[in-house]
């Protein structure tokens, strides 16, 4: 799903998708965390539409040209949660979801519209839509991924026994770390791909492939 070796033209058309993933993905998080009594992200000016609010440069790179990544999570403060566990959960998956909704709403608009858009916008517009659903799967699939920071971690964190928890306050610790030394080696696709593969079996994808 990634987009090296791809000419200059599709890394252009990928921008507005790549900008939308990431923002739409830190709003939900807000927005369900202010739902559930955590004004946090809203303080911090991170409520927000604007892509500058969240923008994680390497993020940012890795998610135009690899298919996955990540922007600058927005601040959350569990003790405003009156459910830890559940709200935890909720505002987890919200980032994940908000993804998962844009590319289920694209792929929608592929199937029901694709020659009205072809014949208005060309093949751009048919492109740009496309690159709306990879990119936002993408972010989606890449974030359930259960290694600090990314969003999977913090749902894991709900369920793991007692007996368990140095461990995970070890890979906490230097998740990014090991995250980074993943994708760079390319064994990251070990966890990623199961986990798209079965993102994209949401997708109404029939007639479009």
């Not at 830190?26 to 946090?40: I, M, N, R, S």
């Not at 927005?74 to 919200?94: C, E, Q």
């Not at 359930?144 to 906490?172: A, C, H, N, Q, T």
Request: aromatic share 14%; proline share 6%; hydrophobic share 55%.
């Amino acid at each position: 799903m990634g987009l090296f070796g791809r000419e200059p033209v599709t890394l252009l058309l990928s921008l507005p998708a790549v900008f939308w993933a990431i923002t739409f993905h830190e709003f939900c998080h807000g927005w369900v965390a202010k739902l559930l009594g955590d004004p946090t992200a809203d303080s911090a000016g991170r409520l927000t539409l604007n892509p500058m609010a969240h923008f994680d440069l390497w993020g940012t790179l890795l998610l135009l040209f690899a298919g996955f990544g990540w922007a600058k999570p927005v601040p959350i403060t569990t003790r405003y949660f009156r459910n830890y566990k559940r709200d935890l959960v909720l505002v987890s998956l919200a980032g994940v979801a908000g993804n998962i909704l844009t590319a289920f709403v694209c792929v929608l608009i592929l199937r029901g519209f694709s020659e009205a858009i072809f014949s208005i916008a060309g093949s751009a517009g048919i492109m740009v839509l496309w690159q709306m659903v990879v990119i936002n799967m993408g972010l989606a699939a890449f974030n359930l991924i259960p290694i600090p920071p990314l969003d999977g971690s913090k749902i894991l964190s709900v369920f793991i026994p007692f007996s368990m928890r140095k461990y995970y306050l070890w890979l906490e610790r230097y998740g990014f770390v090991v995250l980074i030394v993943l994708v760079m080696t390319g064994i990251i696709g070990v966890l990623f791909n199961p986990i798209a593969h079965a993102l994209w079996r949401l997708m109404p994808l029939g007639g479009l492939l």
